[in-house]
C-alpha cells in the first residue's frame, strides 16, 4: 500500500466511518422489551447474518460472530467500576482508549467531567490520526445557535465534539447541510427543515450516501447519533423501532457507496439502554461493535470499549509510537 510519507504514517488509502451510536447493548432475547427484534430487517440484522444477537446466545466477550466482510464484536461497558456505564466517561473510553470510569473512580455523564479533559484532548483519536498525518472530520451539522454560543464559550460540548475541537476540526453547519456536505444528528434533516426550508428532507439512505462521500475525502470520518440513547430513556417501542429503522438506512446508503477493500466501518455505542426498554435507565448489557470492509486478520481483539482506538489505529497502518505533523486543516469536501 502507498504511504502519506513513509512507514510511520496512515495508509494513504484507507478510510474509517466511525459511526456513534449512543446507548446501545446487546438485549434481551425478549420482543415485548427489545426493539431490535422487532425493527424491520436492514443493515444492521443483514450485516450480522443470522439476525440482531441477544445476551442469552453467547456469554462470553469479544468477537460474536465472522461473515466475509463483517465482524460483530461484544464489548465491556462497565470497565470494572461498579454502577451503571454512563456517556461522558464511556465515550472518552472509546474515543482515547483510556479507561476513563477507572481514571476518574466512577461512571459519570452524559459530558465529560473536568478531570477528564486533558486525556480527551491528548489522546482522543482524531488528534491521533492526525499526528500520523491521516485527515478527520466530523460528519455531524450544527445549528448557527450553537456556533455561536460556541464561539461565546458557552456552549456545552459532547464527548465527541470536544475531541474533534482538540484536534483542530472545523465543525460544519447549515451551510455545509444544505450543500450536502454534512449529516443531521437525526439523518433525515426533518427538524433543519422545518426552520430552514432550503435545506431538504432526504431519506436515511440518501444521507448514507453523503456520508460515503465525506468518507471517500478523509482517513477519519466520524459520525454521531444520540436518538437510540432517547428512545431508550422514553421507553417507546415504535418510536425506538423508527429510530433503529433510520439507522438502518443510513448504514444501507453507506455500504453502498463505499469501497469494502479500502474502506473501514465500524460502529459502536457507549453503553446499553435502547434494546432493554424494560427500564429508562442505561443497562450493564455489552455494547455491540459492528465492523464492515477492509478487515485485518491480524487486527487486535475488541472486548471492552478501550479496545476500539487500537483497532482503528491499526486498519490505518498506524503502527505504535508513529508521529507525524498534522496537516494545518480539515481537507476534503467542506
Known amino acids: 500500500m502507498k504511504r502519506l510519507e513513509d512507514d510511520h504514517g496512515v495508509d ?8 456513534f451510536l449512543d446507548g446501545v447493548g446487546i438485549g434481551p432475547p425478549d420482543p415485548h422489551v427489545n426493539p431490535f427484534l422487532r425493527a424491520s430487517a436492514g443493515a444492521l440484522r443483514d450485516l450480522v447474518g443470522t439476525g440482531w444477537p441477544v445476551v442469552e446466545e453467547q456469554a462470553e466477550l469479544g468477537l460474536w460472530w465472522r461473515g466475509h466482510r463483517a465482524r460483530l464484536y461484544a464489548a465491556d461497558a462497565s470497565l470494572g467500576v461498579s454502577g451503571l456505564p454512563q456517556s461522558g466517561t ?24 473536568s478531570p477528564l479533559h486533558p486525556v480527551l484532548r491528548e489522546r482522543n483519536l482524531f488528534a491521533r490520526v492526525r499526528s500520523l498525518g491521516g ?15 460556541l464561539a461565546r464559550g458557552r456552549a456545552r460540548r459532547t464527548t465527541m465534539t470536544r475531541a474533534a475541537l482538540a484536534a483542530g476540526v472545523r465543525l460544519r453547519g447549515a451551510r455545509e447541510l444544505e450543500r450536502g456536505l454534512a449529516l443531521s444528528a437525526f439523518v433525515t434533516n426533518e427538524r433543519w427543515n422545518r426552520v430552514a426550508p432550503s435545506i431538504p428532507v432526504i431519506s436515511p439512505q440518501e444521507a448514507g450516501a453523503r456520508l460515503a462521500r465525506l468518507a471517500r475525502a478523509h482517513t477519519l470520518t466520524a459520525f454521531e447519533f444520540f436518538q437510540t440513547d432517547h428512545a431508550g430513556h422514553r421507553q417507546e417501542m415504535a418510536w425506538a423501532i423508527r429510530v433503529i429503522e433510520v439507522v438502518n438506512g443510513l448504514l444501507t ?15 459502536a455505542s457507549d453503553h446499553g439502554n435502547c434494546e432493554d426498554l424494560s427500564t429508562n435507565k442505561h443497562t450493564l448489557n455489552p455494547v455491540p461493535i459492528l465492523t464492515w470492509g477492509r478487515i ?31 496537516p494545518d486543516q480539515d481537507r476534503g469536501p467542506s
Open 253 to 267: 446508503g453507506l455500504l453502498a457507496h463505499v469501497d469494502p477493500e479500502r474502506t473501514l466501518v465500524i460502529v
Open 90 to 113: 464511556g465515550t472518552t473510553s472509546l474515543l482515547t482508549g483510556v479507561n476513563a470510569a477507572r481514571l476518574l473512580g466512577r461512571h459519570e455523564g452524559p459530558f465529560p467531567p
Open 12 to 19: 494513504a488509502q484507507t478510510h474509517v466511518v466511525f459511526i
Open 296 to 326: 485485518d486478520p491480524h487486527a487486535p481483539e475488541m472486548r471492552r470499549l478501550t479496545d476500539v482506538v487500537p483497532f482503528v489505529l491499526h486498519h490505518v497502518g498506524a503502527p505504535a509510537g508513529g508521529h507525524k505533523k498534522a
Open 135 to 149: 485527515t478527520v472530520t466530523l460528519a455531524n451539522a450544527f445549528p448557527p445557535s450553537y456556533l455561536e454560543r
